[in-house]
C-alpha cells in the first residue's frame, strides 16, 4: 500500500481553482520532489495531506489513515506525519529541546526521561546536540530548520512532508538543511518535498513531479525528467533555473 | 470644627486600602471574564464570536458610570439590594472584562499565524495549542498594555462613590465636608493615587521595552 495516495484531487480558494484533479502515490521509503512555478498549487497540495487545507473533491490517504475535516482523526494522522515549512515556525518562547519535547509529552504522553532521550537523539541526528538549552532566536536560520526538522522527528513520523525548507536560508546555510535532508531519505524515511533546489531532486529523489496551473503536467523518475523534459513548460521551467 | 490632622489622614489612607482592594476584586473577576471573552471572540463557532463581540461592543459603548447605576438601582427596583462594594466590584468587573477582552484579543492575534499551523501540525489539540503555544506568548505581548489599563482601573474606581462607597476619592470628600480644607486634602488624595499609579506606570513602560529589546525578528 502506498505510504501518500492521493486520487483526482480537487481544491479551490472561493472561485479559484488551485488543485484541478491532481493524483500521484508515494510508496514507503521512496523520495518524492515537487517542483514548479510559484503558484502552481505545490504547497496547497502538502497542505491538503496533512489536512491544514481541506479539499473539494477527491481521496487523500496517508500513513493509513484517510484524510478528511475531522479534527479527532486529522490528529491521529498529524501524529504520523511530520511537515516543515519554509519559515521553521519553532515556538520562540521555548528552548530547542522544549520545542522538541512538547509534542510527544502532550500528544503520546511519553514520559520525561523518555521524551528526554528522544530529544537527544534527533538533535543529533540534526548535527545540533549542543543547542538542546538554546532559544531558537539564538540560532542562524540553518540551525533553526535543522530543529524544526528534529521536533518533527521526535513524533516517529512514517511519513515527512517538507515545503520549500530551504527557500528562506542564505545560500550557505541550504547545505547543511539539505545534508540532514538527503541523510533521512538514506534512512528510508518516505519523504514529499517542495523544492526549488534541482540538484537536491535530482539526485536526492526517486521520482520527481512537476506542477503547473495546478495539475501534475510531468512526472517521472528524476534521473530521466530531468535529463529528457516531454513537455515545453518543463523544459522551459528547468532550462530557466539553470541560469 | 474639625481640621485636618492624623485622624482624618488616616483615614483617607485607610480609604485607599479599599481603593486598591476594589482594584484587585475587580481587575481578577473582569480578568476571569476578559479571558474566557478573548476566546470565544476568537471561537471557530460564529455565535460564540457574534455574542461575545456584542457583550464587549454594548459594555464599551456605556459609561462605567451607567453600569454602576444599573446594577445598584435598577437591581433595587425588582428588591434585590446589593452591597455598595458588591455593586461596585460588580460593575467595574464588568468595565475591565471588556476593556481586557479587546487588549488580549489583540494579544492573541499578534501571534503569527504560523505558530497555529505548526502546533495544529505536530497533532496538538486547539486547547493545547492555546495552552502550549499561543497564550504563554500572547501573555508576553499583553502584558505592557494590561498593566496600563491598570493604571486606568485604579483612577476609573472613584466613580463608585456615587453609590455611597467611601474608596480613596470619596473619603476626601468626606473629610473636606467636615474640614473645609480642600488643598491640603486633595494634595494627600491625589499623592496616594500617584503613589499607586506612577510604579505601575513605570512597570508598564519597562515592560514595553523588555518585549520591544526581545521582539524575534
Ligand atoms: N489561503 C489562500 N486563499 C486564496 N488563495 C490562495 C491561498 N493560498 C494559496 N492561494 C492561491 O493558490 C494558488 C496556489 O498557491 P500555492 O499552493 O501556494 O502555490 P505554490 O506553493 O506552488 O507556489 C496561488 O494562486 C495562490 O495565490
Ligand atoms: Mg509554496
Redesign the pocket.
Known amino acids: 500500500m502506498p505510504a501518500v495516495l492521493i486520487e483526482d484531487v480537487h481544491k479551490s480558494?472561493?472561485s479559484?481553482e488551485?488543485l484541478k484533479g491532481v493524483s500521484l502515490a508515494v510508496e514507503p521509503g521512496q523520495v518524492v520532489a515537487l517542483i514548479?512555478?510559484?503558484?502552481?498549487?505545490?504547497?496547497?497540495?502538502l497542505?491538503c495531506i496533512n489536512g491544514l487545507e481541506a479539499f473539494q473533491s477527491g481521496r487523500i490517504e496517508v500513513a493509513g489513515h484517510a484524510v478528511d475535516q475531522d479534527q479527532k482523526r486529522l490528529r491521529e494522522l498529524r501524529k504520523d506525519v511530520g511537515i516543515v515549512f519554509q519559515s521553521y515556525n519553532l515556538f520562540p518562547h521555548l528552548t530547542v529541546g522544549q520545542n522538541i519535547m512538547l509534542s510527544p509529552r502532550i500528544t503520546k504522553n511519553v514520559p520525561q526521561a523518555e521524551a528526554l532521550a528522544l530529544a537527544k537523539d534527533v538533535l543529533a541526528q540534526v548535527g545540533l546536540s549542543d543547542k538542546f538549552d538554546s532559544y531558537p532566536d539564538n540560532l542562524s536560520g540553518g540551525q533553526q530548520q535543522r530543529v524544526a526538522i528534529a521536533r518533527s522527528l521526535a513524533m516517529k513520523p512514517k511519513v515527512m512532508l517538507f515545503?520549500?525548507v530551504t527557500s528562506a536560508l542564505d545560500p550557505e546555510l541550504t547545505g547543511e538543511v539539505l545534508l540532514v535532508m538527503e541523510k533521512l531519505a538514506r534512512d528510508g524515511m518516505t519523504m514529499l518535498l517542495?523544492t526549488h533546489e534541482m540538484n537536491f531532486a535530482r539526485t536526492v529523489a526517486n521520482t520527481t513531479v512537476f506542477?503547473h496551473q495546478?495539475k501534475i503536467w510531468e512526472s517521472g523518475s528524476s534521473a530521466q525528467l530531468f535529463a529528457e523534459p516531454q513537455t515545453p513548460e518543463l523544459r522551459n521551467f528547468v532550462g530557466a533555473g539553470r541560469h | 470644627m474639625v481640621t485636618f490632622g492624623w485622624p482624618e489622614a488616616f483615614f483617607i489612607v485607610r480609604a485607599a486600602g479599599w481603593t486598591l482592594l476594589l482594584t484587585a476584586v475587580a481587575f481578577l473577576i473582569g480578568g476571569l471574564m476578559g479571558g474566557v471573552l478573548a476566546i470565544l471572540r476568537l471561537s471557530r463557532i460564529k455565535l460564540l464570536r457574534r455574542l461575545a463581540a456584542g457583550y464587549i461592543l454594548v459594555i464599551q459603548s456605556i459609561p462605567v458610570l451607567m453600569v454602576l447605576f444599573m446594577s445598584y438601582y435598577g437591581l433595587s427596583l425588582f428588591g434585590v439590594e446589593l452591597p455598595p462594594f458588591f455593586a461596585a466590584s460588580a460593575s467595574l468587573a464588568i468595565y475591565v472584562s471588556a476593556y481586557l477582552a479587546e487588549i488580549w484579543r489583540g494579544s492573541i492575534e499578534s501571534v503569527p499565524f504560523q505558530q497555529w499551523e505548526a502546533s495544529a501540525s505536530l497533532a496538538h489539540s486547539p486547547a493545547q495549542t492555546y495552552r502550549y503555544v499561543i497564550l504563554p506568548q500572547a501573555i508576553r505581548i499583553s502584558l505592557p498594555p494590561t498593566v496600563g489599563f491598570l493604571v486606568q482601573l485604579v483612577k476609573n474606581t472613584s466613580i463608585v462613590s456615587v453609590v455611597g462607597f467611601v474608596e480613596l476619592s470619596r473619603a476626601g470628600q468626606l473629610v473636606n465636608n467636615a474640614t473645609f480644607q480642600p488643598f491640603q486634602i486633595f494634595t494627600l488624595v491625589a499623592a496616594i493615587y500617584f503613589a499607586i499609579c506612577f510604579p505601575l506606570s513605570r512597570l508598564s513602560r519597562h515592560l514595553e521595552k523588555v518585549m520591544n529589546a526581545s521582539r524575534p525578528h
Open positions: 480558494y472561493g479559484l488551485v514548479g512555478r510559484s503558484g502552481s498549487g505545490k504547497s496547497t497540495l497542505r515545503d520549500e517542495v506542477m495546478g
